[in-house]
């Protein structure tokens, strides 16, 4: 049976998933650019779907590994409005595919107010209204970028060889623990404050927080709580696109 392949073009990594015809999803992959070379390209797809917001190196990654079957790629981009979901910018196609997608997949799951956290490459915060008007949103370097940027700039300050991640409710006692977890709990500080102008300036009290990304772990645990974890709602948006056709 002929399928088809939604592919969430991220800034660091490429979520994909296999839609059939019913219009039920599979989870296919999430791997780095690098890795998808190494990625065997699916049998049996008849079109792909993808969203985008990645540079042109990235892409030219993504659009040798797509060109290995003589299948059609259909982007998608975002627009004014659609399947019910208004986009709050004034230049609609400005907004980042993913999360005008990420909004597609939430209101066509709950027509809720919703807020969505996706904590990447960036992080950025999107409410959505029980009508489906997007009210607006924020933009904040991720968990990683932070760090970097502060590295950047400030020739004495340095991040463990590891990779390791920040802790919540630790203070640093050296220069990559301090970097590490002041960074993580900025970004658990953002989410504390998306929430607070929630239910401070918009009075929303029963409204759905969805969180996803790379960061979620971060999150401490009783924030992480009040919300669902859907890493995947980006191509579940796409599947709504898909279904279209
Ligand atoms: N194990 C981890 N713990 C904490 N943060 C992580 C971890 N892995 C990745 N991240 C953070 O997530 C960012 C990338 O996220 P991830 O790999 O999930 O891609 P993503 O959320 O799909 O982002 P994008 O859509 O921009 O590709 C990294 O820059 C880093 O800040
Ligand atoms: C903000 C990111 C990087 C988050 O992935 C992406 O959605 C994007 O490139 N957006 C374009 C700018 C905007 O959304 O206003
Ligand atoms: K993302």
């Given amino acids: 049976m002929m399928k088809q ?17 019913d219009g039920h999803l ?21 079109n792909v779907w993808m969203g985008a917001v990645s ?9 040798d590994w797509l060109h ?9 981009h975002s627009e004014k409005s659609a399947f019910g979901v208004t986009n709050a910018y004034e230049q609609p196609e400005s907004l980042g595919i993913d999360r005008w997608l990420a909004m597609i997949g939430a209101f066509s799951e709950q027509q809720r107010a919703t807020l969505i956290i996706d904590a990447g490459t960036a992080i950025t915060a999107d409410w959505l209204d029980s009508g489906g008007r997007h009210l607006g949103g924020w933009i904040v370097p991720g968990v990683d970028l932070m760090q970097q940027a502060v590295i950047d700039r400030a020739p004495k300050v340095f991040r463990h060889h590891d990779g390791s991640w920040g802790k919540v409710n630790q203070l640093g006692l050296s220069t ?20 607070a102008v929630t239910e401070t300036e918009l009075d929303w009290f029963d ?9 979620t772990p971060l999150i401490p645990i009783d924030l992480r ?7 995947e709602l ?8 898909a279904e279209q056709k």
């Avoid at 392949?5 to 015809?21: E, F, H, I, Q, S």
């Avoid at 599979?26 to 008849?46: M, Q």
């Avoid at 540079?55 to 659009?63: G, H, K, P, V, Y």
Wanted: charge should be neutral; include cysteine.
């Fill in 5 to 21: 392949l939604l592919v969430d073009a991220g800034n660091t990594r490429v979520k994909t998933a296999l839609m059939d015809a």
């Fill in 26 to 46: 599979e989870p296919l992959f999430n791997v780095s650019y690098s890795e998808l070379k190494n990625t065997t390209f699916p049998s049996d797809i008849e």
């Fill in 55 to 63: 540079n042109q190196e990235r892409m030219a990654l993504l659009s």
């Fill in 68 to 76: 290995q079957a003589p299948v059609e790629v259909r982007e998608v």
């Fill in 176 to 195: 990559p623990d301090g970097l590490s977890n002041g960074c993580t709990n900025a970004m658990v500080g953002f989410i504390r404050q998306a929430l």
């Fill in 207 to 215: 409204y759905r927080i969805i969180f996803s990304g790379g960061s």
């Fill in 225 to 231: 709580r009040r919300g669902e974890l859907r890493t």
């Fill in 234 to 241: 980006v191509l579940y948006g796409l599947a709504r696109y």
